[in-house]
């Protein structure tokens, strides 16, 4: 079994910057994709950044030179930074991993950017 633990979400005034963590821990296997999604209210979620194991990245064109995406393997941790954060950023974002035949989910972080 792997879990997925996510952190630093929360509440940021338009303009701020938020670091978003996502942990696997659990049964060793190699992690191929680590990637974050978000859902707004009302709305289909949706792919912000990924990660390939070799560094490869990938963003959404509504995130691009905004986030960064980044990940310690050693750690088997995926990061997102978050800068220059806007109104409609809102939403929860769960982090994504997909590793041998499977792929899982976190439990998902709230972030919310006031206008």
């Known amino acids: 079994q792997v879990q997925l633990v996510e952190s630093g979400g929360g509440l940021v005034q338009a303009g701020g910057s938020l670091r978003l963590s996502c942990a696997a821990s659990?049964?060793?296997?190699?992690?191929?994709?680590m990637g974050w999604y978000r859902q707004a209210p009302g709305k289909q979620r949706e792919l912000v950044a990924f990660?390939?194991?070799?560094?490869?990245?990938n963003y959404a064109y509504s995130v691009k030179g905004r986030f960064t995406i980044s990940r310690d393997n050693a750690k088997n941790t995926v990061y997102l930074q978050m800068n220059s954060l806007k109104p409609e950023d809102t939403g929860v974002y769960y982090c994504?991993?997909?590793?041998?035949?499977?792929?899982?989910w976190g439990q998902g972080t709230q972030v919310t950017v006031s206008s």
């Open positions: 994504h991993i997909i590793g041998g035949p499977s792929d899982y």
């Open positions: 659990g049964r060793r296997f190699s992690i191929n994709v």
């Open positions: 990660i390939t194991s070799g560094g490869s990245t």
